[in-house]
């Protein structure tokens, strides 16, 4: 079974400090995502990356950054926490062969808090 | 570009009733239609998917959805719900060629006793 493994499942910040949520998947796959899910408004896109070293805005960067130094790890950045910023994160990936059909995997997610 | 509604924010029935929820996509060009699942304080777990070929397509846990291009939905179906059924339901489109998913704003099924 795939398994995408988010580090945290709960983290209570302060506002202002800098946060890292981290995100492992032992299939090799290529494609890794980072989401935040928010009620009423579904799962949005804030970064992705097709491959190490390499990384694409979603739809609402703003405020994170990421870094995947090893194909396995994909990880979200929040420079200076936000209270804006209180949300679930979902981490996924997928493959990136021609019989993947864009299927991606999720982890447990992590209920971010910054007060 | 891509998009999906899921009419309804929260759908409710009672056990052994038939479940319905609804999607609607767009899209360009054929698509890859998917619906998870996700139950509470977990992540997303795929239920079904359609790609091409047989427009109904079977997923787990007795769903079913059928993909009708003349509509332009993809409709979520069960024939008898189950109290273990009450979840948060996502329809999502494949955006073409990136493998991007693009998500509806979910649907809430509860499932009274």
């Known amino acids: 079974d795939v398994k995408v493994t988010q580090s945290s499942r709960y983290l209570v910040k302060r506002t202002g400090e800098k946060v890292f949520l981290e995100c492992v998947q032992d299939?090799?796959?290529?494609?890794m995502f980072w989401y935040r899910q928010d009620p009423g408004l579904g799962l949005r896109l804030i970064y992705f990356?097709?491959?190490?070293?390499?990384?694409e805005k979603g739809d609402i960067p703003e405020g994170y950054s990421v870094s995947r130094e090893k194909k396995e790890r994909f990880s979200l950045i929040l420079e200076s926490a936000s209270t804006n910023q209180t949300s679930m994160y979902l981490c996924?990936?997928?493959?990136?062969?021609?019989?993947?059909?864009?299927?991606?995997?999720f982890g447990a997610g992590t209920r971010l808090s910054v007060l | 570009a891509q998009s999906v509604t899921q009419l309804g924010s929260h759908v409710s029935v009672s056990e052994g009733a038939l479940v319905l929820l609804r999607c609607n996509y767009s899209?360009?060009?054929?698509?890859?239609l998917f619906w998870y699942v996700q139950y509470p304080n977990q992540g997303l777990q795929l239920l079904l998917k359609y790609t091409t070929g047989a427009t109904l397509v079977k997923g787990i846990n007795g769903f079913e959805a059928e993909f009708k291009k003349s509509e332009t939905s993809f409709h979520l179906t069960k024939p008898s719900a189950h109290m273990s059924d009450a979840a948060e339901y996502f329809c999502a489109v494949s955006e073409s060629n990136t493998g991007k998913l693009i998500f509806g704003q979910g649907t809430t099924l509860q499932v009274k006793p």
């Open positions: 899209s360009s060009v054929p698509p890859y």
């Open positions: 996924a990936s997928s493959s990136a062969g021609t019989g993947a059909l864009d299927i991606q995997y």
């Open positions: 299939m090799d796959h290529e494609n």
């Open positions: 990356s097709y491959d190490v070293k390499m990384k």
